[in-house]
């Protein structure tokens, strides 16, 4: 694991746009994994201003997000889908058909999880996994549990983490109290784990995911496994390690 410390976010978000950019330029049809949340958009910037300046070209990438929510659907503000368009889709010239992100709308949410792992399995591998992290230490929306889940599947959120979600919402009341995400599997073996964390309220997850033993109850921890993993950290994200 290569752990890349910087002062600031704008510093952290240059770092990891630019392994995103190096990956698409050493592979035009590199698979790209995607993140939402609050800690990628300063990633998703700078990669929006380098398309402008005409420095790197999405045509030919493949994108797969790491999650959804389960009966939010693609048009609501709050949707996962809605804030990849927002944030990246709609500002860049990556082809929508092969971007990717789980249908939590779908009435056969097993059905659907079981597509989404053949869309993955499609692929030779994910190029690069861009990833936050919990404060609970979660990853994707693999939340802490007893057992580590391979595949995607659903899952129900954690008390932290609809509380951390609720920002995200006008009416705290509509947090969704389940997601659709990809597992363990994928990320763990995608060929660059790219976690990215910003933030004091990061610090403790970190300090367990970096020092801690390889466990279900810290779901990041599993990256250790993957050398090729880089965990960057803004200053107090990283305080602790
Ligand atoms: P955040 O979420 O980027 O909004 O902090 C990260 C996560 O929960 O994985």
């Not at 939590?104 to 190029?127: A, F, Q, T």
């Not at 954690?158 to 995200?168: E, M, P």
């Not at 309220?201 to 390889?214: L, R, T, Y």
């Amino acid at each position: 694991m290569r752990i890349i410390k910087t002062k600031t976010y704008e510093e952290l978000s240059l770092e990891a746009a630019n392994i995103i950019r190096s990956v698409i330029i050493l592979n035009p049809f590199a698979v790209v994994g995607l993140a939402t949340g609050s800690t990628p958009i300063g990633t998703y910037k700078k990669l929006i201003e380098w398309y402008n300046k005409k420095e790197i070209d999405f045509k030919n990438i493949s994108t797969i997000n790491l999650d959804e929510y389960v009966g939010i659907s693609y048009d609501d503000k709050c949707s996962y889908h809605h804030f990849m368009e927002e944030n990246l889709f709609d500002k860049i010239n990556v082809n929508k058909e092969n971007t990717y992100i789980p249908n939590g709308m779908s009435n056969d949410l097993k059905n659907e999880c079981e597509k989404y792992d053949n869309i993955i399995n499609s692929k030779v591998r994910i190029d690069v996994q861009l990833l936050g992290i919990g404060e609970n230490g979660h990853i994707g929306f693999n939340e802490p549990s007893d057992e580590f889940i391979y595949d995607t599947h659903i899952v129900d959120l954690t008390l932290d983490t609809i509380n951390a979600n609720k920002r995200f919402f006008d009416d705290e009341s509509k947090v969704p109290k389940k997601a659709i995400t990809m597992g363990i599997g994928p990320i763990v073996n995608s060929n660059i784990p790219l976690l990215l964390a910003s933030g004091k309220n990061k610090s403790d997850a970190i300090e367990k995911m970096v020092k801690g033993q390889i466990s279900s109850k810290c779901p990041a921890s599993i990256l250790g496994l993957n050398k090729n993993t880089i965990v960057i950290v803004d200053e107090e994200a990283g305080s602790k390690i």
